[in-house]
């Protein structure tokens, strides 16, 4: 199989879990905590991005030894994709009247392009 599709596969892979977890947080702050749906989702956003870089260096890029450079511009892209996720959100949930989980599940489709073109630049140079 070809290095790039094994890649992806593990991209793939760890963009499953930290959206478990991203989705995971975001409903147990709104529901048990009743933290504004907003807020919820720019929190469990970040806590996903950090535990997503820690594996994307790890196990999807094997990056190790980056440079200031990379992992700011890793860091820099997700401030961007928190930024996207919130605008989607906030259009889904507030202009369209979509249930935010289901928000929740469409902005991580628009912002999952954005994170791997980016993250692969920050991590593979």
Do not use: P
């Not at 700011?72 to 930024?83: C, D």
């Amino acid at each position: 199989m070809n290095a790039r599709l094994l890649e992806m596969i593990r991209f793939a892979i760890v963009g499953g879990a930290s959206f478990l977890l991203d989705y995971g947080l975001l409903y147990a702050f709104v529901e048990f905590f009743n933290m504004h749906y907003l807020w919820a989702s720019g929190l469990s956003f970040t806590i996903s991005v950090l535990f997503n870089y820690y594996l994307c260096v790890v196990f999807v890029f094997h990056a190790k030894g980056r440079t200031k450079k990379d992992k700011m511009l890793f860091f820099g892209s997700s401030i961007a994709g928190l930024f996207l996720n919130q605008l989607c959100m906030w259009i889904f949930v507030d202009l369209m009247g979509i249930y935010y989980m289901i928000s929740k599940i469409l902005a991580t489709a628009i912002v999952t392009v954005w994170n791997y073109v980016m993250k692969r630049k920050a991590l593979k140079g």
